[in-house]
């Protein structure tokens, strides 16, 4: 039986109400949410919240939300990619936890607006993860960032963005992250773990709607095995950033946090592993319905950054 807690009660049944997304076209699904009242929650104060528009190309952008604390600086920089199967979601469905993030750790966060699949399939989101870091380490000085704490994380398929942009960076000889925060990240796309048997259905993510997600955003069945999709299937982890990986106890994606931890670990980097009592998928996302559990989680975050031993292989 799930150990759920009662707020999570709460949320999934509402939740399960919602018509099935697997059986309905992307474009009618972000309509959807569009559509739906947004909450109204406290928001952590911060000096200043900005919209930008960075370059990915010669000719094209995306735009990037700055959040920027109250204080002197510079600040620790910390790059966020928001989640949403890589199919829908945007830097507002995440707007309060960034800012939670900015203010509790002190740090400036770089919400980013990535491109969305099916219109963008992989390796798209993956190659605007990346353009996002290359220019938050370039530009990071002009908002009064420190670019030698730069820091990357995401909820969901923002978790698994931002590990992959950690591989991209030691292949790639830059630029040096320093640490990376990993929410309930899809790390494996066969999905074959236990927990998404014992979580199929019912508990904020269904399996059904991860593989509708995974059929729009790859391009075919070889991406699957593409260690920038799937990072659990890496022959090579060394060299990466310390890592805390944080999973829900009741989500499909539990089991492959968890291994994603443990495969790190084995290759010696140094991983803090939680895992949130009575949480389902999507709770970081959720300020209206799970602000204590974002606050522990925050504190959580918030207590690795100070601490980890920055020890990065890509000089």
């Not at 928001?82 to 400036?108: F, K, P, Q, Y």
């Not at 990346?130 to 908002?143: D, H, Q, S």
């Not at 009064?144 to 704490?149: E, I, K, Q």
């Not at 995401?154 to 591989?167: F, K, P, Q, R, Y």
Request: hydrophobic residues 40%.
């Amino acid at each position: 039986m799930a150990n759920l807690d009662s707020q999570a009660e709460k949320y999934l049944q509402v939740f399960n109400q919602l018509p099935p997304i697997n059986k309905m076209d992307p474009m009618k699904v972000r309509e959807m949410l569009s559509n739906a009242p947004r909450p109204v929650v406290k928001l952590d104060p911060l000096s200043k919240v900005e919209d930008i528009m960075i370059p990915i190309s010669q000719n094209e952008e995306i735009k990037c939300r700055v959040y920027i604390p109250e204080g002197e600086g510079p600040f620790p920089l910390f790059i966020y990619y928001h989640g949403g199967g890589w199919v829908l979601g945007d830097i507002e469905s995440t707007d309060a936890s960034c800012r939670m993030i900015a203010n509790r750790t002190d740090s400036i966060v770089v919400s980013v607006n990535y491109r969305l699949a099916p219109e963008y399939k992989f390796p798209t989101p993956v190659e605007d993860a990346y353009a996002a870091l290359i220019w938050v380490n370039e530009k990071g000085t002009t908002f009064n960032g420190d670019v030698s704490r730069l820091a990357v994380g995401g909820d969901s398929v923002g978790g698994n963005l931002a590990t992959v942009v950690t591989m991209m960076a030691r292949d790639r000889k830059g630029p040096n992250i320093t640490a990376q925060v990993l929410i309930y990240p899809p790390t494996n796309l066969l999905f074959n773990t236990e927990s998404h048997q014992i979580f199929a259905k019912g508990f904020g993510l269904d399996r059904e709607q991860l593989v509708w997600f995974r059929d729009h955003y790859l391009r075919n069945e070889e991406d699957r095995c593409n260690v920038y999709a799937s990072p659990l299937v890496a022959k090579d982890l060394s060299g990466l950033p310390p890592a805390i990986v944080i999973t829900a106890e009741n989500d499909v994606l539990r089991d492959e946090g968890r291994a994603y931890a443990e495969l790190l670990e084995k290759f010696g980097v140094n991983v803090e592993y939680a895992c949130e009592p009575g949480m389902v998928h999507g709770f970081f996302a959720h300020m209206a319905i799970f602000s204590k559990n974002i606050e522990s989680t925050v504190s959580r975050i918030d207590k690795f950054l100070s601490t980890a031993k920055y020890t990065v292989g890509t000089d």
